[in-house]
């Protein structure tokens, strides 16, 4: 590993996704910093963002994103384009949101053209999808409804659709 907790190399992890992905980063700097992995995380944060959305904000360079440190809250509105000049990443990660993440349809062309473009200006990340998971049983988020409000069902559909995803763009999965 290219970490260390020594004042050695410092890992830098970008997020281009939503509030799933803030939920993710809310305590993953200090987790990782107290098991000795030192890591600097950013995320850019549109809540609710799909992929669709992703790709129409980088292409028309939008600095609609709030950009999170560490968990932290926003600290400026920034471009997807901007942010992947602005370090030397490591992990980029890129999602779908919730309410369409089981729904593979809605992933392209999005998903490819987005993960070409972020592989051409950085080309030495590793690329990771991440998964989203399923509403909780009672959920009266509208998106449920794509999934008959099922919890079961939108894991499930979830499941296949990362997979599928994961395929398509060579990239692991963060479950």
Same mark, same amino acid.
């Given at each position: 590993?290219?970490?260390?907790?020594?004042?050695?190399?410092?890992?830098?992890?970008? +997020?281009?996704?939503?509030?799933?992905?803030?939920? +993710?980063?809310? &305590?993953?700097?200090?987790?990782?910093?107290?098991?000795?992995?030192?890591?600097?995380?950013?995320?850019? &944060?549109?809540?609710?963002?799909?992929?669709?959305?992703?790709?129409?904000?980088?292409?028309?360079?939008?600095?609609?994103?709030?950009?999170?440190?560490?968990?932290?809250?926003?600290?400026?509105?920034?471009?997807?384009?901007?942010?992947?000049?602005?370090?030397?990443?490591?992990?980029?990660?890129?999602?779908?949101?919730?309410?369409? @993440?089981?729904? /593979?349809?809605?992933?392209?062309?999005?998903?490819?053209?987005?993960?070409?473009?972020?592989?051409?200006?950085?080309?030495?990340?590793?690329?990771? /999808?991440?998964?989203?998971? @399923?509403?909780?049983?009672? @959920?009266?988020?509208?998106?449920?409804?794509?999934?008959? +409000?099922?919890?079961?069902?939108?894991?499930?559909?979830?499941?296949?659709?990362?997979?599928?995803? @994961?395929?398509?763009?060579?990239?692991?999965?963060?479950?």
């Amino acid at each position: 590993s290219r970490c260390s907790c020594d004042g050695g190399y410092r890992m830098k992890l970008l +997020s281009i996704g939503n509030s799933f992905s803030t939920d +993710s980063h809310r &305590f993953l700097h200090s987790l990782a910093e107290q098991n000795g992995v030192n890591i600097e995380c950013y995320n850019l &944060f549109i809540g609710g963002c799909s992929l669709e959305t992703h790709w129409q904000n980088l292409v028309e360079n939008n600095e609609f994103y709030d950009l999170e440190i560490n968990g932290s809250e926003a600290t400026r509105k920034i471009s997807i384009n901007e942010a992947l000049l602005m370090e030397k990443w490591d992990v980029i990660t890129v999602q779908q949101a919730s309410a369409f @993440s089981g729904m /593979f349809e809605t992933y392209e062309p999005y998903l490819t053209d987005l993960v070409a473009v972020v592989r051409e200006k950085v080309p030495k990340a590793k690329i990771y /999808f991440h998964e989203t998971w @399923s509403y909780e049983i009672g @959920s009266l988020h509208e998106g449920f409804l794509n999934y008959n +409000s099922n919890q079961k069902e939108m894991y499930l559909c979830i499941k296949e659709a990362s997979k599928k995803a @994961s395929d398509l763009i060579n990239a692991d999965i963060i479950p």
